[in-house]
């Protein structure tokens, strides 16, 4: 493939957490260490908003509904708040014990779930509560739980909002389901798919299967009902992030060396890597970051991807022509 061009976004202070793009790809949301979050055209790479958080508090996490009217952010600073995309107001806040992990809207933009970490002698919540009740601020959660052994790193809706997919601290992948009645999250499933730490995970567009990310050094896909392992890239570097494209066979994976350790090697190994998916072999690498890439997302339509790194930097590319007469050649990659 050829050598990509990236527009490279920067406001940010400290390391990015998370980004995102709305449905539509017209828009880029980013989160960092420092706070405002931040909205950005992907045309140009223009910053065309922040979102106030009124504190200095580190933002991991953010979710954009399916009409881009809301935005939601989680904090270290142990809320989670609801944003006027538009405008960038902040509609409403929710306190909770601890930082919030997680968050993300269900498929229809009427529920949201979040997740928050041990801290103390609090233990991990996960809870789900409806649109309706965050504006209103009557914060009576559809379902909560508390997570007892192993910290919540990474979390997603499942097939047709009807449970949701966690990876965590311990290398696990679970899957809840929501009691209404009972106003309780179960566990139903848990399967150790790595031997370290999640540290992302991504669904498929029809949500049938799971991409997760680990410290262990791989990527796995697996079914979302039954947490089964179908295909495992290895790669040789901790990996923080990873995409799935809508248009390919393939996926983008980030991560490298701890930030602490990047100048003390020769080699930090840092770039973006892309694996076919099928036949999991690399096919292509992207330099650009200056320290490790903590996040990654592929355009909707597949035909560009974002990544954000520690050091406090986004880089967003367009996949040349070349990319799409690229046929993957098993036997040449084989040798």
Same mark, same amino acid.
């Given at each position: 493939?050829?050598?990509?061009?990236?527009?490279?976004?920067?406001?940010?202070?400290?390391?990015?957490?998370?980004?995102?793009?709305?449905?539509?790809?017209?828009?880029?949301?980013?989160?960092?260490?420092?706070?405002?979050?931040?909205?950005?055209?992907?045309?140009?790479?223009?910053?065309?908003?922040?979102?106030?958080?009124?504190?200095?508090?580190?933002?991991?996490?953010?979710?954009?509904?399916?009409?881009?009217?809301?935005?939601?952010?989680? *904090?270290?600073?142990? !809320?989670?708040? &609801?944003?006027?995309?538009? +405008?960038?107001?902040?509609?409403? %806040?929710? =306190? @909770?014990?601890?930082?919030?992990?997680?968050?993300?809207?269900?498929?229809?933009?009427?529920?949201?779930?979040?997740?928050?970490?041990?801290?103390?002698?609090?233990?991990?919540?996960?809870?789900?509560?409806?649109?309706?009740?965050?504006?209103?601020?009557?914060?009576?959660?559809?379902?909560?739980?508390?997570?007892?052994?192993?910290?919540?790193?990474?979390?997603?809706?499942?097939?047709?909002?009807?449970?949701?997919?966690?990876?965590?601290?311990?290398?696990?992948?679970?899957?809840?389901?929501?009691?209404?009645?009972?106003?309780?999250?179960?566990?139903?499933?848990?399967?150790?798919?790595?031997?370290?730490?999640?540290?992302?995970?991504?669904?498929?567009?029809?949500?049938?299967?799971?991409?997760?990310? *680990?410290?262990?050094? !791989?990527?796995? &896909?697996?079914?979302?009902? +039954?947490?089964?392992?179908?295909? %495992?890239? =290895? @790669?040789?570097?901790?990996?923080?992030?990873?995409?799935?494209?809508?248009?390919?066979?393939?996926?983008?994976?980030?991560?490298?060396?701890?930030?602490?350790?990047?100048?003390?090697?020769?080699?930090?190994?840092?770039?973006?890597?892309?694996?076919?998916?099928?036949?999991?072999?690399?096919?292509?690498?992207?330099?650009?970051?200056?320290?490790?890439?903590?996040?990654?997302?592929?355009?909707?339509?597949?035909?560009?991807?974002?990544?954000?790194?520690?050091?406090?930097?986004?880089?967003?590319?367009?996949?040349?022509?070349?990319?799409?007469?690229?046929?993957?050649?098993?036997?040449?990659?084989?040798?």
């Amino acid at each position: 493939m050829a050598m990509m061009k990236a527009l490279m976004l920067i406001s940010h202070e400290r390391s990015i957490t998370q980004i995102k793009y709305n449905l539509d790809g017209d828009l880029l949301f980013s989160v960092s260490k420092s706070p405002p979050a931040m909205v950005w055209r992907t045309d140009t790479g223009m910053r065309i908003g922040t979102y106030e958080i009124g504190e200095k508090a580190s933002i991991y996490c953010l979710d954009i509904n399916n009409d881009t009217t809301r935005l939601v952010t989680g *904090s270290a600073g142990n !809320t989670i708040r &609801l944003w006027d995309c538009e +405008t960038g107001a902040c509609l409403q %806040t929710v =306190t @909770t014990q601890t930082s919030v992990r997680t968050c993300e809207f269900s498929s229809d933009g009427q529920t949201i779930f979040y997740t928050t970490d041990a801290q103390r002698k609090q233990s991990p919540e996960l809870a789900i509560l409806t649109l309706k009740q965050f504006e209103d601020g009557a914060f009576d959660y559809i379902a909560q739980t508390h997570i007892t052994d192993s910290k919540v790193t990474a979390a997603k809706w499942g097939p047709f909002d009807q449970n949701i997919i966690t990876g965590h601290e311990d290398g696990s992948l679970r899957f809840y389901q929501a009691d209404i009645s009972a106003k309780r999250v179960q566990v139903l499933k848990s399967e150790p798919i790595h031997k370290r730490a999640v540290t992302d995970l991504k669904m498929t567009d029809d949500k049938l299967f799971c991409l997760s990310a *680990s410290k262990d050094f !791989t990527v796995k &896909l697996s079914t979302s009902d +039954t947490l089964e392992t179908v295909k %495992t890239l =290895t @790669t040789d570097r901790p990996v923080n992030a990873a995409a799935i494209s809508s248009l390919r066979n393939h996926v983008i994976l980030g991560g490298g060396q701890e930030a602490k350790d990047v100048t003390t090697t020769q080699y930090a190994k840092i770039e973006a890597r892309i694996f076919h998916l099928v036949y999991e072999q690399e096919i292509g690498r992207v330099k650009g970051h200056f320290g490790p890439i903590n996040t990654l997302a592929f355009q909707p339509d597949g035909r560009g991807y974002s990544s954000g790194g520690e050091d406090g930097v986004i880089r967003m590319h367009k996949f040349p022509e070349s990319y799409y007469d690229f046929e993957f050649d098993r036997f040449k990659f084989d040798k």
